[in-house]
């Protein structure tokens, strides 16, 4: 079943007569993309609109492309919400603390959490100003070569 939100993040309405929803990982930042197939009535034409939130039991989406070219059904095509790891971090400071530390110091404040299984002990520095959590957590996923999933 989905929630769906206006822009103005207000419900509008549970859905859960969508059809072949399904969900894809890309596989360097670990961020899904939704796909779901709505019937083509007056009710879903209000809700499946782009840049309308969608929400899963355990994940969070924004409606990117509504594609009306289908008789029966609107296909709608979703990318993971970020929004929260795009805040400005004013200035990161990281000083000989573990990777997971530095992982997990980034998306502070975010309400994002972190589950990190790497043996990488490295002691990292850092001292960047004006970024965003998303900015870090890719700095650092590049800088010692990790997967997010």
């Known amino acids: 079943m989905l929630k769906i939100y206006d822009t103005e993040h207000n419900f509008l309405k549970f859905v859960d007569n969508c059809k072949n929803p399904y969900v894809t990982t890309e596989l360097k930042t670990g961020l899904q993309s939704l796909v779901f ?34 008789n029966d059904f609107i296909d709608v095509y979703c990318d993971a919400n970020i929004e929260d790891l795009r805040t400005l971090v004013a200035v990161f400071d990281a000083f000989n603390i573990s990777v997971e530390d530095a992982m997990k110091k980034a998306i502070l404040q975010t309400g994002w959490t972190i589950e990190y299984h790497s043996k990488t002990l490295n002691a990292v520095e850092y001292k960047l100003e004006k970024t965003n959590s998303y900015d870090l957590i890719k700095q650092i996923r590049d800088d010692y070569d990790l997967e997010c999933l």
């Open 37 to 70: 197939q709505l019937p083509l009535n007056d009710e879903n034409l209000a809700i499946a609109v782009e840049e309308n939130y969608v929400e899963t039991e355990d994940y969070n989406y924004v409606i990117k492309e509504v594609d009306y070219s289908k």
